[in-house]
């Protein structure tokens, strides 16, 4: 049935209701679970979204690592990470290692290699972004 201006506000209800139903069940959601307005972030679901980008960004530097690179490489890129935590344990400031091409930029894609990384305060790496 099409809406119409005369519809009920009962009708409309049963209606809304009846599609929500419609949609859990396609959803696999009991229909008796509670429901969460639109737009609420539980931890549970903040939790779950940072874990995908955590995921992502993983992929991302796995795919990013070439092949040809040697045990003195990897070993170098482990000391970079080393040397944002002791930096972080001398200033007190948080530090992170930054890709300085980025790993998923918009016009470019760098590698995850030694000679594209770089250690700079936190502040900075979230300024900057995803930017050269």
Request: hydrophobic share 40%; glycine share 6%; aromatic share 6%.
């Amino acid at each position: 049935m099409p809406y119409s201006k005369d519809m009920t506000a009962e009708r409309l209800a049963s209606r809304r209701a009846s599609r929500r139903n419609w949609m859990r069940r396609r959803a696999g959601i009991p229909l008796d679970a509670p429901v969460v307005a639109w737009g609420v972030r539980t931890p549970e679901y903040k939790r779950a979204q940072r874990t995908a980008l955590q995921m992502k960004r993983q992929a991302g530097q796995k795919n990013r690592t070439p092949r040809w690179l040697g045990p003195a490489e990897l070993a170098e890129i482990e000391g970079v990470y080393h040397f944002a935590a002791v930096m972080r344990a001398i200033t007190g400031a948080e530090h992170q290692v930054d890709h300085i091409v980025p790993l998923q930029g918009a016009t470019v894609s760098g590698l995850h290699v030694p000679w594209n990384l770089q250690v700079i305060p936190a502040r900075d790496n979230r300024v900057k972004g995803n930017r050269i």
